[in-house]
């Protein structure tokens, strides 16, 4: 199952995606999906590329641990996106963009589920 956390966001800002959980259930209510993977891709970046993107994880949704951050150092990756890998180890994950001298451009952030 996929989920986007964003989709072609605009980069002309830094913001913060809403929760995300590591677990969910299909539309059934009967099959337990749970995050394996996070896939970030972005395009058309202008401006001056010193960007980055956080990942970040929380077990309560206010306080929250920076997992890992990735550098937008280029105006385009979708043909060598960025892929973390992740092992539940909270309940809820999100991430946040920075866009520093980032003028515009766009990010999609796909959060990978698997059946359980």
């Given at each position: ?87 539940r180890v909270s309940n809820y994950c999100r991430i946040r963009f920075v866009n520093n001298d980032i003028t ?13």
């Amino acid at each position: 199952m996929l989920k986007y956390m964003c989709k072609s966001s605009s980069m002309e800002d830094s913001f913060v995606s809403k929760w995300f959980g590591m677990t969910d259930k299909d539309i059934s209510g009967k099959s337990v999906y749970s995050a394996v993977s996070l896939q970030l891709s972005w395009h058309e970046v202008t401006g001056f590329p010193n960007g980055k993107i956080c990942i970040e994880f929380s077990n309560d949704r206010h306080s929250y641990s920076t997992g890992a951050e990735i550098n937008v150092d280029n105006t385009n990756n979708q043909n060598n996106a960025e892929i973390a890998l992740l092992n539940r180890v909270s309940n809820y994950c999100r991430i946040r963009f920075v866009n520093n001298d980032i003028t515009n451009g766009n990010l999609d952030a796909i959060l990978y589920l698997e059946k359980k």
